[in-house]
């Protein structure tokens, strides 16, 4: 028991000496320590550690430290310091005693800073030089990549020339690049790559520009440098340029050395550079060798344009039996393309119908439609091209070609074919057998059956047979409401009938059908012209000029309904606008000049009748207003070519060759004028007013005809009142025997023989007037007036003469339906 020791009797803290360590490990007080210090200061610190081959044991040289004494920390015999020596500054703490790193008392002057924040801020980044060859060689390196760029995106914006400048830049700044890093010894640094692209670029785009020799010269360059690899593809690009200079044996010359610098691996590219050495020799005109390019491609890789291009070859040789095998290749070519019934929507899966929704009119949908539509219009072409010439008829050769066709995956092209068929018959004249084709439709499916009566209705309707056009036009929309072809042909049947309103529906109809189709819009247009709705009618072809910029039928009708509307100004710019596309139109023209003269401005109406002269000297109102001009203008001598024009187109008129002779007379030339009247006597004896110029003539002259002219003329003159008594005595008889007929008749014809009577009796006592007034033989010739002229003749060449219609008028005014070309060219192409 005296061993054991209970707590609290002796000891008041069981850990007591927990903290306690021999002194000779305190490094706190190595400071005031004067022994080390002094070791420190001596070379006695500084003694090599003993090792074991020093007699000894291995701590017989090394002092022991004493609390006294020196106390360094002790070494071990490799150098490594001992537990608790002082290194950087730092004590490190001993053993379970404190935590590696955290001690209650630093070391003077130190803080804990574990991760070396105390040392500040980084020193800043040393400045690059830019002064140095390196760094300016890098930024001119820059700036011609930039130029590159946009180079490449002017040429994407269409801005031509200015790619064509930056091209340029960059390669006078490439080309400086060059000299400078030779100058600073870097030659071998040059970028080859740099260099590739902007002589690429150069040629690219003096290509662009049309400067061929120029583009040519670059890729030149190019190819000789035998550091640019792959550079002979770039052969294909001048072949390119030579082709298009029309010089097709280089072309083809340098498509085949790009051909052999082109491994087998890039398959696609070969193919692609045979199909233009093919092209070259068509253009060539060297079947033969085109032939035996596209057969070696349609044997690697088919495609529609090489069988296309492979039966027009064929076609120009002659070969019958291969060009049908080539019409078989040609069908059996696959597009690669999905079928529409992926596009089709169910009605059970909500999800994939949105997918099929949105994909259904996707850029890839699009592309397939368009490879479709050019795949049938080759068919379509190909079929059309050697029907006639692989069977002994066309017909045979169009059956033959719907049976391929029936037996290959475009199967809905047959009925078009057969469409095509009845349009070839169309073209040679023979309606019989393209109405009897066309009737084969009656029983097919309702598209075809609606497109094959619309084209029969179109027949018809050019035959003038409305009855049978109006009944394939109830067809045609019977099988295809839906089709504006159709309701526009039946409403043509409607408008020869005059039923404007109901035509002016089925027009709408149309338009609501398809708002594009412009011949239901000119329809509409000329229906509500017909309908005196002027202004509607002025909207229509307003929005048809927007559609049809150039259509020369439209502008006619823009002009034709501002003058309806009293608008000439409007009228005269229309016309304008016309003569800018149609500028030898000789009716637009004399249209022009009516328009002018009714506004005063003679000199621009005389230019625009002249103009119309010159296209169509045998306007005989042109004709007249141009002689009319020249006897205004006091030009007699001008006048009488264009009446002696007018007598040659019509002989039997006397009023021009009565011109003619007026105009000798007023210029003063008497004896050419008698001559002409003396002419004029022996074709129309009985001629009033050239018996009355006769006697006027010869008194004037003097000469001893003029007895026998006064008695000719006498008995004319007589003759014609005996001749408009007889007229008024059978008027009179036959009024008396309407009168006993119904009242209202009796009173019309009460008024037109009262109204002939006067006439008549009228017209006899100015002929006796005029007789009388004659003058004697010593009147001079100018006493004559115009006012001793008989009445049923007026003088065209007095200020009173009326300006006559043009033909251009008589057309705006006269709207037939046939000649504002109402029917729509339904035949397909």
Same mark, same amino acid.
């Given at each position: 028991?005296?061993?054991?020791?209970?707590?609290?009797e002796?000891?008041? *803290?069981?850990?007591?000496?927990?903290? *306690?360590?021999?002194?000779?490990?305190?490094?706190?007080?190595?400071?005031?320590?004067?022994?080390?210090?002094?070791a420190?200061?001596?070379?006695?610190?500084r003694?090599?550690?003993?090792?074991?081959?020093?007699?000894g044991?291995?701590?017989?040289g090394?002092?022991?430290?004493?609390?006294?004494?020196?106390?360094?920390?002790?070494a071990?015999?490799?150098?490594?310091?001992?537990?608790?020596?002082?290194?950087?500054?730092?004590a490190?703490?001993?053993?379970?005693?404190?935590?590696?790193?955290?001690?209650?008392?630093?070391?003077?002057g130190s803080?804990?800073?574990?991760?070396?924040?105390?040392?500040?801020?980084?020193?800043?980044?040393?400045?690059?030089?830019?002064?140095?060859?390196?760094?300016?060689?890098?930024?001119?390196e820059?700036?011609?990549?930039?130029?590159?760029?946009?180079s490449?995106?002017?040429?994407?914006?269409?801005?031509?020339?200015?790619?064509?400048?930056?091209?340029?830049?960059?390669?006078?700044?490439?080309?400086?690049?060059?000299?400078?890093?030779?100058?600073?010894?870097?030659?071998?640094?040059?970028?080859?790559?740099?260099?590739?692209?902007?002589l690429?670029?150069?040629?690219?785009?003096?290509?662009?520009?049309?400067?061929?020799?120029?583009?040519?010269?670059?890729?030149?360059?190019?190819v000789?440098?035998?550091?640019?690899?792959?550079?002979?593809?770039?052969?294909?690009?001048?072949?390119?340029?030579?082709?298009?200079?029309?010089?097709?044996?280089?072309?083809?010359?340098?498509?085949?050395?790009?051909?052999?610098?082109?491994?087998?691996?890039?398959?696609?590219?070969?193919?692609?550079?045979?199909?233009?050495?093919?092209?070259?020799?068509?253009?060539?005109?060297?079947?033969?060798?085109?032939?035996?390019?596209?057969?070696?491609?349609?044997?690697?890789?088919?495609?529609?344009?090489?069988?296309?291009?492979?039966?027009?070859?064929?076609?120009?040789?002659?070969?019958?039996?291969?060009?049908?095998?080539?019409f078989?290749?040609?069908?059996?070519? #696959?597009?690669?393309?999905?079928?529409?019934?992926?596009?089709?929507?169910?009605?059970?899966?909500?999800?994939?119908?949105?997918?099929?929704e949105?994909?259904?009119?996707?850029?890839?949908?699009?592309?397939?439609?368009?490879?479709?539509?050019?795949?049938?219009?080759f068919?379509?072409?190909?079929?059309?091209?050697?029907?006639?010439a692989?069977?002994?008829?066309?017909?045979?050769?169009?059956?033959?070609?719907?049976?391929?066709?029936?037996?290959?995956?475009?199967?809905?092209?047959?009925?078009?074919?057969?469409?095509?068929?009845?349009?070839?018959?169309?073209?040679?004249?023979?309606?019989?057998?393209?109405?009897?084709?066309?009737?084969?439709?009656?029983?097919?499916?309702?598209r075809?059956?609606?497109?094959?009566?619309?084209?029969?209705?179109?027949?018809?309707?050019?035959?003038?047979?409305?009855?049978?056009?109006?009944?394939?036009?109830?067809?045609?929309?019977?099988?295809?409401?839906?089709?504006?072809?159709?309701?526009i042909?039946?409403g043509?049947?409607?408008?020869?009938?005059?039923?404007?309103?109901?035509a002016?529906?089925?027009?709408k109809?149309?338009?609501?059908?398809?708002?594009?189709?412009?011949?239901?819009?000119?329809?509409?247009?000329?229906?509500?012209k017909?309908?005196?709705?002027?202004?509607?009618?002025? *909207?229509?072809?307003?929005?048809?000029?927007?559609?049809l910029?150039?259509?020369?039928?439209?502008?006619?009708?823009?002009?034709?309904?501002?003058?309806?509307?009293?608008?000439?100004?409007?009228?005269?710019?229309?016309?304008?606008q016309?003569?800018?596309?149609?500028?030898?139109?000789?009716?637009v023209?004399?249209k022009?000049?009516?328009?002018?003269?009714?506004?005063?401005?003679?000199?621009?109406?005389?230019?625009?009748?002249?103009?119309?002269?010159?296209?169509?000297?045998?306007?005989?109102?042109?004709?007249?207003?141009?002689?009319?001009?020249?006897?205004?203008?006091?030009?007699?001598?001008?006048?009488?070519?264009?009446?002696?024009?007018?007598?040659?187109?019509?002989?039997?008129?006397?009023?021009?060759?009565?011109?003619v002779?007026?105009?000798?007379?007023?210029?003063?030339?008497?004896?050419?004028?008698l001559?002409?009247?003396?002419?004029?006597?022996?074709?129309? #004896?009985?001629?009033?007013?050239?018996?009355?110029?006769?006697v006027?003539?010869?008194?004037?002259?003097?000469?001893?005809?003029?007895?026998?002219?006064?008695?000719?003329?006498?008995?004319?003159?007589?003759?014609?009142?005996?001749?408009?008594?007889?007229?008024?005595?059978?008027?009179?008889?036959?009024a008396?025997g309407?009168?006993?007929?119904?009242?209202s008749?009796?009173?019309?014809?009460?008024?037109?023989?009262?109204?002939?009577?006067?006439?008549?009796?009228?017209?006899?006592?100015?002929?006796?007037?005029?007789?009388?007034?004659?003058?004697?033989?010593?009147?001079?010739?100018?006493?004559?007036?115009?006012?001793?002229?008989?009445?049923?003749?007026?003088d065209?060449?007095?200020p009173?003469?009326?300006?006559?219609?043009?033909?251009?008028?008589?057309?705006?005014?006269d *709207?037939?339906?046939?000649?504002?070309?109402?029917?729509?060219?339904l035949?397909?192409?």
């Amino acid at each position: 028991m005296e061993h054991v020791h209970l707590a609290g009797e002796e000891e008041d *803290d069981l850990y007591s000496g927990y903290n *306690d360590y021999n002194p000779t490990f305190d490094s706190e007080e190595l400071d005031n320590d004067a022994g080390f210090q002094q070791a420190v200061k001596t070379s006695h610190g500084r003694r090599p550690p003993m090792t074991a081959k020093f007699p000894g044991t291995a701590i017989g040289g090394r002092p022991l430290g004493t609390a006294f004494g020196s106390r360094i920390p002790m070494a071990s015999s490799m150098g490594r310091p001992m537990t608790g020596a002082v290194q950087d500054g730092a004590a490190r703490p001993m053993t379970a005693v404190r935590a590696a790193g955290y001690t209650s008392t630093m070391s003077r002057g130190s803080t804990f800073d574990p991760l070396g924040q105390s040392k500040g801020p980084a020193p800043p980044l040393e400045a690059k030089n830019e002064d140095t060859p390196e760094e300016k060689n890098k930024l001119l390196e820059k700036n011609v990549n930039d130029l590159i760029e946009e180079s490449c995106l002017a040429h994407g914006r269409g801005d031509l020339q200015l790619s064509l400048e930056k091209a340029k830049e960059a390669g006078r700044k490439e080309r400086a690049l060059a000299r400078q890093r030779e100058q600073s010894g870097n030659a071998d640094h040059i970028n080859l790559d740099l260099t590739y692209s902007v002589l690429f670029n150069l040629a690219t785009q003096y290509g662009n520009n049309e400067m061929y020799p120029e583009a040519l010269n670059t890729y030149q360059v190019i190819v000789k440098n035998k550091m640019f690899t792959n550079a002979g593809r770039l052969k294909v690009n001048m072949a390119n340029i030579y082709f298009k200079q029309k010089n097709y044996p280089k072309a083809i010359k340098f498509y085949r050395m790009a051909l052999d610098q082109i491994s087998n691996a890039h398959k696609e590219m070969r193919i692609k550079i045979m199909q233009n050495i093919g092209i070259g020799f068509i253009r060539m005109g060297q079947y033969s060798d085109a032939i035996t390019s596209f057969e070696h491609i349609m044997s690697e890789s088919p495609n529609i344009k090489t069988g296309f291009n492979l039966i027009l070859c064929y076609y120009a040789i002659g070969d019958r039996e291969r060009m049908k095998k080539s019409f078989q290749k040609l069908i059996c070519v #696959p597009l690669g393309i999905d079928e529409e019934d992926k596009y089709i929507p169910t009605n059970d899966d909500t999800k994939a119908n949105l997918v099929i929704e949105a994909i259904k009119n996707d850029k890839l949908h699009q592309m397939e439609r368009e490879r479709k539509a050019l795949a049938e219009k080759f068919i379509m072409t190909s079929a059309k091209l050697i029907a006639p010439a692989i069977e002994t008829s066309f017909a045979a050769g169009f059956d033959w070609c719907v049976e391929m066709v029936k037996s290959s995956q475009y199967v809905e092209l047959a009925n078009d074919l057969e469409i095509n068929k009845a349009i070839t018959y169309l073209r040679q004249r023979d309606f019989n057998q393209a109405v009897e084709t066309l009737r084969t439709f009656e029983k097919k499916d309702s598209r075809v059956k609606s497109a094959a009566a619309t084209n029969l209705s179109f027949l018809f309707f050019l035959e003038k047979d409305y009855a049978q056009a109006d009944r394939y036009a109830d067809l045609a929309m019977t099988a295809d409401r839906y089709n504006p072809a159709a309701l526009i042909n039946k409403g043509n049947t409607v408008f020869v009938r005059h039923d404007y309103a109901k035509a002016a529906e089925f027009y709408k109809e149309a338009l609501r059908n398809d708002s594009s189709c412009t011949e239901a819009l000119y329809n509409l247009g000329l229906t509500y012209k017909h309908l005196v709705r002027l202004e509607e009618s002025l *909207d229509c072809f307003l929005k048809l000029h927007a559609i049809l910029r150039n259509s020369a039928q439209v502008m006619h009708q823009l002009a034709s309904l501002y003058e309806k509307l009293e608008d000439p100004h409007q009228a005269i710019e229309w016309l304008m606008q016309l003569i800018s596309v149609t500028p030898t139109d000789p009716h637009v023209l004399a249209k022009l000049g009516e328009l002018y003269d009714s506004e005063g401005d003679k000199s621009q109406a005389f230019q625009y009748y002249y103009e119309s002269f010159r296209y169509f000297p045998s306007n005989m109102e042109v004709i007249e207003w141009l002689g009319a001009y020249y006897i205004d203008t006091q030009f007699c001598e001008k006048a009488i070519q264009y009446f002696e024009r007018a007598t040659l187109i019509q002989p039997t008129q006397v009023k021009w060759q009565l011109m003619v002779a007026s105009c000798y007379r007023r210029s003063g030339n008497y004896q050419r004028a008698l001559e002409t009247y003396k002419d004029i006597h022996r074709k129309f #004896p009985e001629n009033v007013e050239c018996l009355r110029f006769l006697v006027r003539l010869c008194t004037d002259m003097g000469l001893k005809e003029v007895q026998d002219y006064a008695t000719k003329l006498k008995k004319v003159e007589k003759m014609k009142e005996i001749r408009e008594q007889r007229v008024k005595s059978a008027r009179e008889g036959s009024a008396r025997g309407r009168r006993e007929g119904s009242a209202s008749s009796d009173v019309e014809n009460k008024a037109d023989s009262g109204q002939s009577s006067h006439g008549a009796s009228a017209k006899g006592e100015r002929l006796s007037a005029r007789l009388r007034a004659l003058p004697g033989a010593n009147e001079p010739y100018e006493a004559s007036s115009q006012r001793d002229i008989d009445a049923s003749y007026v003088d065209p060449l007095g200020p009173q003469m009326e300006r006559p219609k043009t033909a251009a008028k008589k057309r705006m005014e006269d *709207d037939e339906f046939a000649d504002e070309e109402l029917g729509e060219d339904l035949l397909p192409e």
